[in-house]
C-alpha cells in the first residue's frame, strides 16, 4: 500500500518561498497512469487544490496559484516537491500530498485549469498533513 509524507518547514516569513517535500513509498511516482498531488486546507476552510505531477513528468496547476507555484520530482529519491513564492499570512494552511485523482472527469478538469474546491475522496491515498504558517 503506498504511503505519503510531507515534510518541510513550518514557519515561513512573508515573501519568503514555502518549500515542501513528500516522500511515496510503497509505490513508484513513475508507475502508470497516477498523479501525484498537493492540496491545502485552510483554517476554517475547505480543501483546496493546487497542483499535480504525472507519472510522466507533465505538470498542472490550479489557476489562482499558477503563477506563484511550481511543482518538480526527484525520482531517485521518488520524491515529489511544492514550491510556492511569495508567501503571504493567507498561505497559512495544512499541506498535503495525496496520490491521484484518477477519476477522468477530474483530471479533464485539471488539463483544462479549472478544478480548485476537492475533497477527500477524490484522492486516493493522502499524507498526514503539515501545518505551514506564514509569519514573521
Known amino acids: 500500500q503506498v504511503q505519503l509524507q510531507e515534510s518541510g518547514p513550518g514557519l515561513v516569513k512573508p515573501s519568503q518561498i514555502l518549500s515542501l517535500t513528500c516522500t511515496v513509498s510503497g509505490g513508484s511516482i513513475t508507475t502508470n497512469y497516477y498523479y501525484w498531488s498537493w492540496i491545502r486546507q485552510p483554517p476554517g476552510k475547505g480543501l483546496e487544490y493546487l497542483g499535480s505531477i504525472a507519472y510522466s513528468g507533465s505538470t498542472y496547476y490550479s489557476p489562482s496559484l499558477e503563477s506563484r507555484t511550481s511543482i518538480s520530482r526527484d525520482t531517485s529519491k521518488n520524491q515529489f516537491t511544492l514550491q510556492l513564492s511569495a508567501v503571504t499570512p493567507e498561505d497559512t494552511a495544512v499541506y498535503y500530498c495525496?496520490?491521484?485523482?484518477?477519476?477522468?472527469?477530474?483530471?479533464?478538469?485539471?488539463?483544462?485549469?479549472?478544478?480548485?474546491?476537492?475533497?477527500?475522496?477524490?484522492?486516493?491515498?493522502w499524507g498526514q498533513g503539515t501545518q505551514v504558517t506564514v509569519s514573521s
Open positions: 495525496a496520490r491521484g485523482p484518477d477519476h477522468q472527469s477530474l483530471r479533464s478538469r485539471i488539463r483544462a485549469g479549472s478544478l480548485g474546491a476537492v475533497q477527500r475522496a477524490d484522492f486516493g491515498s
